[in-house]
């Protein structure tokens, strides 16, 4: 085996280990935020199912989680679903923006921080 091929594999091994690292920390921290809305954390781990009871979380009938499914506007119904568990925690769009593009800071925030679930504000009982 050539030096370089050693190299690359080395790198890719690693760089397959801190994103399965990150991945494991993501799930966790989605288990903590299903738990807090009274959901099962279980569910985080389900793949579709997730999706569903995000869109539960987020005021909406489970049926909408499938949206996601949708080839190439799926992303716009991932988003939206997001947008939407934020609020129901009391968060706002900014919060929504950062939920999206620095997962890694702002999910654990409203997994461990102080952050209650109040029911999504356009839902009323």
């Not at 539960?56 to 989680?65: A, H, N, R």
């Not at 949206?67 to 679903?81: A, F, K, Q, T």
Request: hydrophobic share 55%; proline share 6%.
């Amino acid at each position: 085996m050539k030096s370089e091929d050693s190299l690359a594999l080395i790198l890719f091994l690693s760089l397959f280990f801190i994103a399965f690292i990150m991945a494991i920390f993501l799930i966790i921290c989605q288990w903590k935020i299903f738990v807090k809305a009274g959901k099962p954390g279980w569910a985080a781990i389900v793949p579709v199912y997730n999706q569903m009871v995000l869109a539960e979380i987020g005021g909406k009938k489970d049926v909408w989680g499938l949206l996601p499914l949708i080839p190439y506007i799926g992303i716009i119904w991932s988003i939206w679903l997001v947008n939407r568990m934020a609020k129901s925690f009391g968060k706002d769009v900014e919060f929504t923006l950062g939920l999206i593009f620095l997962p890694l800071i702002f999910y654990p925030i409203l997994a461990f921080g102080k952050t209650e679930y109040v029911g999504h504000p356009d839902v009323t009982n």
